[in-house]
Structure formats: C-alpha cells, structure tokens
C-alpha cells in the first residue's frame, strides 16, 4: 500500500521551502537587477517543469496514457517532472488516477468540497492508502522506482548544486518555476471543481475554466478532460488554447497506425 500521508508532510515543507527562496529572491533581484532576463529564465523553466513535466509527462502522458512516445522522449518525460517538485511519477500518478475514480465524492480526498478550498489549494489532501493495483504499470517501470525512492535526494543535490554555482539558478531556475508549478496545479484542484462551464451535456460535476487554464499553462479545460481522459487534447473550442497537445503532437507523439 501507498500511504500519502508522510510524502504530503515532505512535500509541504518543500513547497515552504520554495516559497521562502522565491520571495526572498525576487526581493533581492528586484533591488539589484537592471535587467529582466531571470524573470524571461524563470518562465522559460516553468514551461518546461511545468508544461512538459507535469501537464505532458505526469498527467496526459503517465497518468492517463493518452499518446505513445519513443523510449528516450519517455525518459525525459518522467525524469523532467522531478522540476515540479509535486512529487514522484509514482504520487502523483496514484494521487491523480484516485481523483479520477473519485471525483467530488465523498472518497474524493483533494476535492475543495470536501476538505475546503484552502486546504485544497495548498494540497492539503486528506490521508488515504493507494493500492498498488491502481498503479501497477508505474511502478513496473524501474525509472519510475527510482524517481520514487530517491525524489528529494534528486532535488536537494540539485538545489545545492545551483547554489554552490550560483545562487540565482537555484532561485529562477528551480524555486520560482516550482512555486508557479504550485499555483498552477491548485488552480486546476480547486477552481475547475467549483465554476466555468460544462462541454455538452455530460453529468461529469467538473467544469472548463478559463483563469485555471490560465494559471496552469493551458490545463484548466477539465470538464472536457473528466469526460474524455483518454484523449490528449482538451482545449477544442477556438479560446480554449492547449499548449501542451500541440507539443504532444508535434514532437512527442508517435502515431500507431
């Protein structure tokens, strides 16, 4: 069994930590720069942790096996998302199927209708145990083992890496990047679960949301995903912009006919 409880409690004192670096960081760069290029490095990596990390690789990707890619782009994949520091392919693989089965039940430990919107939106999530079953085919994959087993030995040696280097990388190019992986992620847990608007006519209870989209980097269509998860695109209307698919499509996506 795959308890959530003690990797929550490691994760929020990661969270802290990142927001901690990020506000000090900018406080300081905003006295000293003259120059916006961190700023430009910072959303750069956010596009990449969280963009290819997690709305590509963690969730369309390993969560939901909407496309099929080749072996080294699917290393990448699962090895990128460490960046977010939302935890291992394993948690939030598990984390995420167990919400799909679940979704704004009473068993639904990250719904903001149950355990209240702040609670959610800081990932505050209920304790549960995950069944190996439900993610059998993750933790199959020796990568994902280790990802799962050494995850904050990755991320520790790679912040005090960048640091020894320069104290500015660790700041732009992996704090704030992962705090804006943060925010993004509580959007799409909180907000599509409480307003927008519905694709057709389904009684899924999640709805599109356009400021979640915003905030996440395109992933915020989730009554159109919580319909149809199994597709790789989500955004289908003309405003309804998705990133990600066109990555998918463009240089991830092996096709199997």
């Given amino acids: 069994m795959l308890n959530n409880w003690t990797i929550q409690n490691k994760l929020h004192i990661w969270h802290l930590l990142n ?58 994949l699962k090895y990128i998302s460490i960046l977010s520091g939302l935890g291992s392919t394993v948690v939030w693989v598990a984390m995420h199927r167990h919400h799909h089965i679940t979704s704004d039940t009473q068993k639904d430990i990250q719904s903001p209708k149950n355990i209240g919107i702040i609670r959610a939106w800081f990932l505050n999530y209920n304790p549960a145990n995950f069944s190996p079953s439900l993610i059998r085919d993750i933790i199959s994959c020796p990568h994902n083992r280790f990802i799962h087993k050494y995850y904050f030995h990755i991320l520790i040696t790679l912040y005090v890496a960048t640091m020894l280097i320069n104290p500015m990388l660790t700041i732009f ?85």
């Fill in 173 to 257: 190019v992996l704090a704030i990047p992962a705090v804006l992986c943060f925010h993004g992620a509580a959007s799409i847990g909180v907000l599509t679960h409480l307003f927008g608007y519905k694709v057709g006519k389904n009684t899924d209870t999640s709805y599109n949301n356009i400021l979640a989209s915003i905030l996440s980097l395109g992933e915020g269509w989730h009554n159109y995903h919580h319909t149809h998860p199994s597709d790789y695109r989500h955004g289908y209307k003309w405003f309804e912009l998705d990133p990600s698919a066109y990555l998918i499509s463009r240089f991830l996506k092996i096709n199997k006919e």
């Fill in 19 to 76: 927001h901690i670096l990020a506000i000090i960081g900018l406080a300081y760069f905003l006295q000293i720069s003259t120059s916006n290029w961190w700023l430009v490095v910072s959303f750069i990596m956010f596009i990449v942790s969280g963009m290819v990390g997690v709305n590509i690789g963690l969730h369309r990707y390993l969560s939901h096996k909407s496309f099929t890619t080749g072996k080294y782009r699917d290393l990448f």
